[in-house]
């Protein structure tokens, strides 16, 4: 990344697969696949790489908090047939 370019995602940015919360300087990253158990797949990853590129370039977060949403926080990558590639 050179100086001066950004990764272009605000905190408070929600997608399909996650949220995001700025509180003070920390953001709260939610990984949101319950049904699945916040299982890894394409997607996520892509969006979940933005969202912390994006907190890494803003001076003012700290800390980030990573969580799952429902009853689990991660079950590991989504190797289901639907996202699964050999």
Same mark, same amino acid.
């Not at 003012?60 to 908090?65: E, H, Q, T």
């Given at each position: 990344?050179?100086?001066?370019?950004?990764?272009g995602?605000?905190?408070?940015?929600?997608?399909s697969?996650?949220?995001t919360?700025?509180?003070g300087?920390g *953001?709260?990253?939610?990984?949101?696949?319950?049904?699945?158990?916040?299982a890894?797949?394409?997607?996520?990853?892509?969006?979940?790489?933005?969202?912390?590129?994006a907190?890494e370039?803003?001076?003012m977060?700290k *800390?980030? *908090?990573?969580?799952?949403a429902?009853r689990?926080?991660?079950?590991g990558?989504?190797?289901?047939?639907e996202?699964? *590639?050999?």
């Amino acid at each position: 990344m050179m100086p001066g370019q950004s990764h272009g995602r605000p905190a408070g940015w929600t997608s399909s697969t996650f949220s995001t919360k700025r509180m003070g300087r920390g *953001v709260t990253i939610t990984l949101n696949r319950p049904e699945k158990i916040n299982a890894l797949n394409e997607p996520l990853m892509r969006e979940f790489e933005t969202a912390m590129l994006a907190a890494e370039d803003d001076d003012m977060i700290k *800390v980030a *908090v990573l969580k799952g949403a429902g009853r689990g926080f991660c079950s590991g990558h989504d190797y289901s047939k639907e996202h699964f *590639v050999p």
